[in-house]
């Protein structure tokens, strides 16, 4: 790697491993690039491992306002580097503003970006083992020259440690997280209004929402899916850890005529187990393990359950053990739920 891609990869290393809230890794991320990949604003987002929605966003000097037409770029519009290509191309890295051919045809750049005064845009995905896990937005002022092809190496370079942080940071238990909230709707129109928020969404929606628009990307882009399928499916599920710990289940049903109800409830261990298996990088059969301690049962009921050895399962608690930071049993439940 060149010296630059090197310093960013042991920069965005370090940030890995302090394990930090969302909040100070985007803040401690972009003070990290500012020498090696200049910006005026960044966004660092992560997505749910099974159904590929949005679940976090952490964000300084970005675009404000209404995040409709962004959306709609990003799932409808055809437009250059969008996350879910960059996720399938050799290189995970896009940029716009350089005046690459299909620039003066991308919406994005000369109505959504040039729109609030930004004129240049870095684009990286974070994924891994066919998973798009998050994605990384850099952005620079009018008059500020483009991204070049050493920044856009520099940016690959931290590909893999920043991956590592968002899974981490997907997942991170909070000290104690308050009682869940009663289940809550909002009913979405066919302009991506709310026509209606119910007081326990509101409730849910302040636990992890924070800017001025009533709707987050969260659920518009819930909202675009369920649009686009035609109809609710099992997997069309973002399981977010709220600013207070909670885990809350967003899920998009459509009504007809464009109209689209998002419901907000607490997630149950079923919901959560198929994205926390991603999250943790644990295997089918530690997963089955996880599956049987969830039931209650004791060491020698699940190797009996599931024709192993009891030291057999003691091993595989052990790496359950390491993958999800806890200790014991009580401490491995507790992370799952």
Same mark, same amino acid.
């Given at each position: 790697?060149a010296p630059?891609?090197?310093?960013?990869? !042991?920069? *965005?290393?370090v940030l890995?491993?302090? +394990?930090?809230?969302v909040h @100070?890794?985007?803040?401690?991320?972009?003070?990290a690039?500012?020498?090696?990949?200049?910006h005026e604003?960044?966004c660092?987002?992560?997505?749910?491992? *099974?159904s590929?929605l949005?679940?976090? &966003?952490?964000?300084?000097?970005?675009?404000?306002g209404d995040?409709a037409?962004i959306?709609?770029?990003? &799932?409808?519009?055809?437009?250059?580097?969008?996350?879910t +290509?960059?996720? !399938? !191309?050799p290189s995970p890295?896009g940029?716009l503003?350089s005046?690459?051919?299909? /620039? /003066? %045809?991308?919406?994005?750049?000369?109505?959504?970006?040039?729109? =609030?005064?930004? #004129?240049r845009e870095?684009?990286?995905?974070?994924?891994g083992?066919?998973t798009l896990?998050?994605?990384l937005v850099?952005? %620079?002022?009018r008059?500020?020259?483009a991204f070049t092809d050493q @920044?856009a190496?520099?940016?690959?370079?931290i590909?893999e440690p920043l991956t590592r942080?968002?899974?981490?940071? #997907?997942v991170?238990p909070?000290a =104690?997280?308050p009682?869940?909230l009663?289940?809550g709707?909002v009913?979405?129109g066919?302009?991506?209004?709310a026509?209606?928020?119910?007081?326990?969404a509101?409730a849910?929606?302040? +636990?992890?929402h924070t800017a001025?628009?009533?709707?987050?990307?969260v659920?518009l882009l819930?909202?675009?899916?369920a649009r #686009?399928?035609h109809g609710? %499916?099992a997997?069309?599920l973002a399981?977010? %850890?709220?600013?207070s710990?909670r885990?809350?289940c967003l899920?998009?049903?459509?009504?007809?005529? /464009?109209?689209?109800?998002?419901?907000?409830?607490?997630a149950?261990?079923d919901?959560?187990?198929?994205a926390?298996a991603?999250?943790?990088?644990?295997?089918?059969?530690?997963?089955d *393990?996880v599956?049987?301690?969830l039931?209650?049962c004791?060491i020698?009921?699940?190797a009996?359950r599931?024709d192993?050895?009891?030291?057999? *399962?003691e091993?595989h608690?052990?790496?359950?053990?390491?993958k999800t930071?806890?200790?014991?049993q009580?401490?491995?439940i507790?992370t799952l739920r």
């Amino acid at each position: 790697m060149a010296p630059s891609a090197t310093q960013a990869h !042991r920069h *965005v290393t370090v940030l890995a491993q302090a +394990d930090l809230p969302v909040h @100070e890794l985007g803040a401690e991320l972009s003070a990290a690039l500012s020498g090696l990949i200049p910006h005026e604003g960044y966004c660092l987002i992560g997505f749910d491992p *099974v159904s590929g929605l949005r679940t976090f &966003t952490t964000e300084r000097n970005t675009l404000a306002g209404d995040p409709a037409p962004i959306v709609r770029n990003e &799932t409808v519009e055809h437009d250059l580097h969008r996350f879910t +290509d960059l996720a !399938r !191309r050799p290189s995970p890295v896009g940029t716009l503003g350089s005046g690459a051919p299909g /620039e /003066e %045809r991308s919406p994005r750049l000369h109505e959504i970006l040039a729109g =609030q005064g930004f #004129s240049r845009e870095l684009r990286l995905a974070l994924r891994g083992r066919g998973t798009l896990w998050g994605a990384l937005v850099l952005l %620079r002022e009018r008059g500020r020259p483009a991204f070049t092809d050493q @920044e856009a190496v520099a940016a690959t370079a931290i590909a893999e440690p920043l991956t590592r942080a968002v899974r981490q940071v #997907s997942v991170r238990p909070p000290a =104690q997280p308050p009682p869940p909230l009663p289940p809550g709707v909002v009913v979405v129109g066919p302009d991506d209004t709310a026509e209606g928020i119910s007081s326990q969404a509101a409730a849910w929606l302040s +636990d992890f929402h924070t800017a001025e628009h009533p709707l987050p990307y969260v659920v518009l882009l819930a909202v675009a899916a369920a649009r #686009s399928q035609h109809g609710a %499916r099992a997997d069309q599920l973002a399981r977010i %850890r709220t600013r207070s710990g909670r885990w809350l289940c967003l899920a998009a049903c459509p009504l007809g005529g /464009e109209r689209v109800a998002v419901v907000l409830q607490p997630a149950t261990s079923d919901q959560l187990l198929p994205a926390l298996a991603a999250w943790h990088g644990l295997t089918p059969r530690q997963l089955d *393990v996880v599956h049987l301690l969830l039931q209650a049962c004791s060491i020698k009921q699940i190797a009996r359950r599931l024709d192993l050895s009891p030291h057999t *399962v003691e091993d595989h608690l052990k790496t359950l053990y390491r993958k999800t930071g806890t200790n014991s049993q009580q401490g491995l439940i507790a992370t799952l739920r």
